[in-house]
């Protein structure tokens, strides 16, 4: 069954320094997705991405967030100055856009130093 | 704008039995899908179930299924002849109309007891 794979599983940064997350979404998926969830709390959305381009962010997504499909089928994002409180499980979805069901990676464990 | 609420932090069943989780919802859009997923300690999220806001019949997905209130904008999780293996945290979610957007309920933690 085809499923979205990320990587890293776990990932360990110093304040300050860049993260890159990697996804790759199911292949017919037109629609993909980063939510993140702080221990023990809800599932927040960051980002949806349709078409090569963003469709929505939240206010959580700042400047300091990007997201990119560098190649068709890795679809990334990009922490640029990680602080603290970017300390969480960080999960990419995609869909297709027909039934709306939206297929979670297994995340990816970010702490910050 | 969207909200899903679900107010049981945490629910107990004893294991056979059934249990009901409850997910209310608000939204704007005259189109929408609502989902239920599952987590267990492990972390993943796991699609359980789907309703979209047209579809007349509950959906059901073995074991589950969602009692779909339309009018009363609720969308309760039914789990029947529960297993130990279905403790875990649950969360309700609601999908925008344009696909743009899921949002998502505090969730609930379910414990089975054996």
């Known amino acids: 069954e085809p499923e979205v794979t990320q990587t890293p599983s776990h990932q360990v940064t110093q304040m300050g320094q860049e993260v890159i997350l990697r996804c790759v979404p199911i292949?017919?998926?037109?629609?993909f997705y980063w939510y993140r969830q702080i221990l023990g709390q809800k599932v927040e959305f960051l980002v949806s991405?349709?078409?090569?381009?963003?469709?929505?962010k939240s206010e959580i997504f700042d400047d300091q967030f990007s997201v990119e499909r560098p190649d068709g089928s890795n679809f990334t994002l990009k922490i640029r100055s990680t602080k603290l409180e970017d300390s969480a499980m960080y999960f990419c979805?995609?869909?297709?856009?027909?039934?709306?069901?939206?297929?979670f990676g297994e995340g990816s464990r970010l702490t910050v130093l | 704008a969207q909200k899903i609420t679900q107010t049981q932090p945490g629910m107990f069943v004893q294991e056979k039995e059934a249990v009901t989780l409850d997910c209310t919802y608000d939204t704007s859009d005259q189109s929408y899908g609502l989902f239920w997923y599952k987590q267990p300690s492990s972390g993943e999220m796991i699609f359980l179930i789907y309703?979209?806001?047209?579809?007349?019949q509950n959906a059901t997905e073995g074991r589950y299924s969602l009692n779909f209130q339309k009018a009363r904008k609720s969308a309760n999780l039914v789990i029947s002849a529960s297993q130990l293996g279905d403790s875990a945290m649950y969360f309700c979610?609601?999908?925008?109309?344009?696909?743009?957007?899921?949002?998502f309920g505090s969730g609930t933690k379910l414990n089975v007891k054996p």
């Open positions: 991405f349709y078409n090569n381009e963003i469709s929505e």
């Open positions: 309703q979209g806001s047209y579809d007349e």
């Open positions: 292949s017919n998926h037109l629609y």
């Open positions: 979805a995609s869909g297709t856009g027909y039934t709306g069901e939206l297929f």
């Open positions: 979610a609601i999908r925008t109309h344009n696909f743009n957007k899921f949002y």
